[in-house]
């Protein structure tokens, strides 16, 4: 998984006064837990472009003050109106030690039963997933390609890693149903079959010419 750097600063004043004049200056307050106890920090908003707005999942090296801490997204805060960030919450991650962590799925693949109308139906867009912090992927893949109308996609079916799915395995990430648009589903193999038939009885009828 990749790393986003976000440089800091250590922070004292935590009050709402110290925090709002953060906000004003463009700076996030932010918290970090899971060490031996929290360390309160800010940072530049913008600094959280890369981590925040982004499809795939990843990791944070935060660089406080000469220390550097390895760090999953927890929690963030955005303004009712503005979308602002105003705060986020980090868990520290180490090397040995296993984290649960909250990874998008990858819709991959041209299905078959959507290609004859029907709709796919995404039950999950992220999974839970348990791993070492160097074993976690950006993202999982869920292949749809073989799904007809009515299939289903379990999520024994998704892309396996060095990593626990934290879901049963009845867990159901999509399905293909059916809808007003939908047509005769017809195997590749019997499309071609049906032409060759085609293209062979038109050269019967053309040889009794």
């Given at each position: 998984m990749k790393s986003i750097t976000i440089t800091g600063s250590k922070r004292e004043s935590v009050g709402k006064k110290a925090t709002?004049?953060?906000r004003n200056a463009g700076q996030v307050p932010c918290v970090l837990y899971g060490g031996d106890e929290p360390v309160h920090f800010n940072a530049p908003e913008i600094a959280f472009k890369?981590?925040?707005?982004?499809?795939?999942?990843?990791?944070?090296?935060?660089?406080l003050d000469g220390n550097t801490y390895m760090a999953i997204l927890q929690d963030?805060?955005?303004?009712?109106?503005?979308?602002?960030?105003?705060?986020v919450d980090f868990y520290q991650i180490f090397e040995g030690k296993e984290?649960?962590?909250t990874i998008p799925v990858h819709f991959e693949g041209n299905?078959?039963?959507?290609?004859?109308?029907?709709v796919l139906r995404k039950t999950y867009r992220t999974l839970r997933v348990k791993a070492l912090p160097k074993n976690l992927p950006d993202y999982v893949v869920a292949d749809i390609t073989k799904l007809k109308i009515g299939d289903?996609?379990?999520?024994?079916d998704v892309e396996q890693g060095e990593w626990k799915f934290l879901h049963p395995d009845n867990t159901v990430v999509c399905q293909v149903r059916t809808s007003r648009?939908?047509?005769e589903d017809i195997d590749d193999e019997d499309e071609e079959g049906e032409t060759e038939g085609t293209e062979a009885t038109e050269q019967a009828a053309d040889a009794a010419e």
């Open positions: 709002q004049a953060l890369d981590l925040v707005y982004t499809p795939d999942a990843h990791t944070a090296t935060l660089e963030i805060q955005f303004h009712p109106v503005t979308d602002r960030i105003l705060h984290v649960t962590m299905s078959r039963g959507v290609r004859n109308g029907g289903k996609l379990y999520i024994t648009n939908v047509v």
